[in-house]
């Protein structure tokens, strides 16, 4: 059984950088909050926070931060690094 080698699963550490991971942890949360923020505001909620939905606000700012962070990965895009020769020479990094 040969292990694969390092580097050809590129796709995954894409996919797992963690700007993606929290980007989208954001608009999980930002969808959901605005959403609650749309649906339910009564005026018990309207007396405890001034008159502003707090849960709309939210929704919107957690949907603009992952905005950002999905921009970010998309404008500066991960390259992981490619095995030296060296590495490869001595089987560092193998299992």
């Keep these: 059984m040969s292990a694969q080698p390092r580097g050809t ?6 996919l797992f950088d963690i700007r ?16 609650w923020g749309l649906v339910s505001f009564t005026d018990a909620d309207r007396a405890k926070t001034g008159g502003i ?11 603009a931060l992952s905005a950002v962070f999905i921009g970010w990965t998309l404008a500066r895009p991960l390259h992981p690094a490619e095995p030296t020769a060296d590495a490869a020479a001595t089987g560092e990094g193998e299992e």
Excluded: E
């Design 9 to 14: 699963d590129r796709k995954a550490d894409v």
């Design 20 to 35: 993606t991971v929290i980007g989208g942890l954001f608009a999980v949360y930002g969808v959901v909050c605005l959403v």
């Design 53 to 63: 939905n707090l849960n709309l606000w939210s929704g919107i700012g957690m949907l």
